[in-house]
């Protein structure tokens, strides 16, 4: 843990820190999604960047509230899906070559098997992997990037500290405003908030 | 966005009435009906276009299977969203309902196949219908047929389209006047009602579909048979019916419509059925069927594809591929292509006109009576690299357009009776709020 105040507290001295603990950030505390909602709105419209909302359970319409950005992740899902195409139809190309095929770049010789009277090169026959592969590539893709891009797995939080924050996996909403942010500062952002109207505003140290 | 549940819905007459403009389309459309169905029944009869009988009755079961899919897909809509207990859905049901509703007299464009039939002339169409003249002109398919007579036969033919178009017409009857007395009563009980009889309805309509498939396309090659077909079919009216579905919408919604009542999150909801469906869904079951008959490379069956290959029907199969699947998953994948009314309404009129293209690739062509003769397919492919798909006669497209036109005028005078929306559904509030994550 730090042991010095840290830069943020020296520049911005209104709300001294107690010694030795680091300030994470700010929590307000809201009773129902629609306060939450309506808040998130302000801090959007406040200008803060590293920010984030705390439910018990998916919100419509929060990210709007938030002013999200889109996310990439159906670029790289596409993009997963496309290699997963293109893997499979190279896979089935290869093991199935009887010689040396231009394309193949190296010199390859598979397991071509006679099926049926079947074309080594039988595209029909190869797009069921293809279909499977594009999907199970799409799918790791998809969850992978998800964990990645949340940061996840995450296994210590700041906010765990504040016993009042347990509650936001069960009947409460709220909101946190890290003190890294560039418009953060302790007592004006902690009046901001209250200027919400929640149900309480708490500091929580790193 | 997430505030639709804080200002109540305009329930207005305006909003939910059809706007006055639409009526004036209802004669546009009538007109269409009568000139395009008057017209192609002239010009394509007497062949002054150049079409023999076979291609005019061919393309009379086109347009006719065009129209009808629209209404199966409407009636698919519906039932699925009161098997499902959906919720979203409701905003846009009622379109759906009407357009289904048309399956109460859809069957009077299915009589000039019973003149046809009176004139002794089915043969012209479904080969079955004239054993006789088969045994006597083709032995071999007759061979083949022969045993399947005690189901392909004019009276239970005739038998089963009758049951078709009962069923039909009760179920989407069933539905539409349900949930149009909802909007007086607002009784739950007639919810509850629609709940209890969507199970047997999909059972009913499954069944149904499948078997009009079987006789009314699958039976113009008789010899040919794949279990697939129905399901095949079955996504072309999913197709047909979510695209018209969403045209509907979109133009009402253009109109000044359902303000505050149907949103984004419905459009794009609409816009993935119909991917789902009419584009990914019906690629899989096309593929599917494609592949087994492929792989397992027996005549009987091979000679329906090879059919589809020769001449200019091999380009005609490549753009289905691209025109019905790969171009429009691409298009429509994205989530904002779905949300924009107007890319999601381009997307639909796409793929109703892919929907046509498919449905003229599985009528329309007709498989070589001395392939058995062929050495192999090299053979197949020189002595029938001539054969046209006769794709761009204005017959085709007058019949078709006809069709519609009757269709669309049906739906508009069915929504000008009622409210727009099941505006006291026990789920309407929960359509309004609903949003896509």
């Not at chain 2, 045993?147 to 989407?172: C, D, E, G, M, Q």
């Not at chain 2, 000044?256 to 794009?268: C, D, N, P, T, Y």
Request: glycine share 8%; aromatic share 16%; charged share 15%.
């Amino acid at each position: 843990m730090a042991t010095t105040v840290t830069n943020i507290s020296d520049t911005k001295t209104e709300q001294p820190m107690p010694q030795g603990a680091k300030l994470y950030g700010l929590i307000a505390e809201f009773e129902t999604p629609g306060d939450l909602m309506a808040a998130a709105e302000k801090c959007r419209d406040a200008g803060y960047k590293y920010w984030d909302c705390h439910t018990p359970f998916p919100v419509h319409g929060l990210d709007g509230a938030m002013g999200l950005k889109r996310t990439w992740l159906p670029w790289f899902v596409f993009g997963a899906g496309a290699t997963g195409t293109t893997v499979a139809f190279l896979l089935q190309a290869f093991t199935n070559s009887w010689d040396l095929h231009i394309w193949a770049g190296v010199w390859v010789t598979g397991y071509p098997f006679l099926i049926s009277g079947k074309p080594a090169m039988s595209l029909p026959a190869f797009i069921p992997v293809m279909f499977e592969l594009t999907i199970l590539f799409s799918a790791l893709a998809c969850v992978k990037l998800m964990f990645l891009f949340n940061g996840l797995p995450q296994l210590y939080h700041p906010l765990f500290k504040s016993n009042r924050f347990r509650r936001a996996s069960n009947d409460r909403f709220f909101i946190a405003i890290e003190a890294r942010d560039p418009k953060f500062l302790p007592k004006a952002t902690e009046q901001f908030l209250r200027t919400l109207d929640p149900v309480a505003v708490e500091a929580v140290e790193d | 966005m997430g505030h639709a549940s804080t200002h109540a819905a305009d329930l207005g007459t305006q909003n939910i009435q059809l706007p006055a403009m639409a009526l004036g389309f209802r004669k546009i459309a009538l007109a269409v009906a009568v000139v395009g169905l008057g017209g192609g029944a002239a010009v394509g009869y007497t062949g002054a276009f150049g079409t023999d009988p076979g291609h005019f009755w061919r393309a009379y079961l086109i347009a006719f299977l065009f129209g009808l899919t629209m209404c199966l897909g409407g009636l698919f809509f519906v039932f699925v969203q009161h098997l499902t207990r959906a919720g979203w859905s409701v905003a846009v049901r009622r379109p759906a309902e009407a357009l289904a509703a048309n399956l109460r007299w859809i069957w009077i464009l299915f009589v000039p196949f019973a003149v046809l039939w009176m004139m002794g002339k089915a043969n012209t169409l479904w080969v079955w219908a004239d054993m006789n003249a088969l045994r006597a002109e083709n032995p071999v398919e007759a061979g083949l047929i022969d045993p399947k007579t005690a189901f392909l036969n004019p009276t239970f033919f005739w038998i089963r389209a009758v049951a078709y178009f009962a069923i039909w017409a009760v179920l989407s009857s069933f539905f539409f006047r349900s949930s149009v007395s909802q909007d007086e009563s607002g009784d739950i009980k007639i919810s509850e009602r629609m709940q209890k009889f969507a199970a047997p309805t999909a059972i009913l309509f499954g069944l149904s579909v499948t078997f009009a498939a079987f006789d009314w396309i699958m039976s113009l090659s008789p010899a040919w048979f794949s279990t697939m077909f129905g399901v095949y079919f079955f996504c072309g009216c999913a197709t047909a019916g979510f695209a018209t579905m969403i045209l509907i919408t979109v133009r009402l919604t253009q109109l000044g419509a359902l303000k505050g009542i149907v949103s984004r999150e419905h459009f794009q909801d609409m816009g993935k059925l119909m991917w789902a469906f009419g584009i990914v869904f019906w690629a899989y079951i096309g593929f599917s069927q494609y592949m087994l008959i492929w792989y397992a490379n027996v005549p009987e069956e091979t000679g329906w594809f090879l059919a589809r290959q020769v001449g200019g029907w091999g380009f005609f199969s490549f753009a289905l591929l691209f025109g019905h699947f790969v171009f429009p998953f691409l298009g429509l994948i994205s989530k904002w292509m779905k949300r924009a009314p107007l890319t999601l309404a381009l997307g639909a009129v796409w793929m109703l006109c892919f929907h046509y293209v498919d449905l003229y690739w599985l009528i329309m062509p007709e498989i070589p009576h001395d392939i058995g003769e062929m050495k192999n397919y090299g053979e197949l492919a020189t002595k029938y690299a001539d054969t046209a798909t006769h794709f761009t006669n204005p017959v085709n497209f007058m019949l078709v357009l006809g069709v519609v036109g009757a269709v669309v005028a049906g739906t508009i005078g069915t929504l000008s009776r009622v409210a727009l929306v099941p505006k006291k559904d026990p789920r309407f509030a929960e359509s309004l709020r609903f949003e896509n994550m």
